[in-house]
């Protein structure tokens, strides 16, 4: 149980476009979302939280503007990285929870940016 | 604000040897602690977790972990290493206060290369 999938597994695409990344849990009520960027061979950094139903919770630093989170269902949040950079080139990491801990981890994206 | 730190970068073991990954964490409150390993382009999958009662948790694949509150650690240990067992581990952090769950701070990582 506490599935969650997350897709496209890798994208890559042209400097000033936008990618939308999927997170789903597959057995589970997601109550709570979060999203968390890799670098290569470097640790997870929170990005931010979603709740159902509410506005995503940014961390210190990160553009909400860029990286658009929506959280409509219970089962399903995006990421949209808009006017993507190489910058952005990076490993997407989704995590949900059904209210506790612990989260459970999706699979990564792999975004990159030419 | 709580902070994890892995102080061993690289760590190699011989095949069947024992295996002790450091973690040490600071934090205001009584943590939820966390150990997940990844392989290369993978996520995270979780091995073990302690949020209270017995300080010694027991985990997935053979893996364990001690809680001790006096050190701020939270060390994992194998006994004996398998080939399989060469990944990144990841200590991690949570808020333990309250229900709802929160993201997660990460140490650095320890990068497991196991000797044949």
């Known amino acids: 149980g506490a599935v969650v999938s997350q897709h496209p597994s890798w994208v890559i695409c042209k400097s000033g476009t936008s990618v939308k990344i999927e997170c789903r849990s597959l057995d589970f009520q997601a109550t709570t979302m979060f999203w968390y960027r890799q670098f290569p061979k470097q640790s997870l950094m929170l990005m931010a939280t979603s709740n159902e139903g509410s506005k995503a919770t940014y961390e210190q630093g990160v553009e909400k503007d860029k990286f658009l989170i929506n959280h409509a269902s219970l089962t399903l949040s995006t990421l949209t990285v808009t006017s993507a950079h190489p910058e952005d080139s990076s490993f997407y990491i989704c995590?949900?929870?059904?209210?506790?801990?612990?989260?459970?981890f999706g699979d990564g994206t792999r975004l990159s940016i030419l | 604000a709580q902070s994890v730190t892995q102080p061993d970068i690289h760590i190699t073991v011989s095949e069947g040897a024992s295996l002790e990954l450091r973690c040490n964490y600071s934090?205001?409150?009584?943590?939820?602690l966390f150990w997940y390993v990844q392989s290369p382009g993978q996520g995270l999958q979780l091995l073990l977790k302690?949020?209270?009662?017995?300080?010694l948790v027991q985990g997935i694949k053979g893996f364990e972990a001690e809680f001790k509150r006096s050190q701020s650690s939270f060390n994992l240990r194998k006994p004996s290493v398998h080939w399989s067992d060469a990944a990144e581990y990841f200590c991690?952090?949570?808020?333990?206060?309250?229900?709802?769950?929160?993201?997660?701070?990460f140490g650095k990582g320890t990068h497991l290369i196991i000797q044949p």
């Open positions: 934090y205001g409150a009584t943590p939820y």
């Open positions: 991690a952090v949570g808020k333990g206060s309250g229900g709802g769950a929160d993201g997660l701070t």
């Open positions: 302690y949020f209270s009662g017995d300080t």
């Open positions: 995590s949900a929870s059904d209210g506790g801990q612990p989260q459970h």
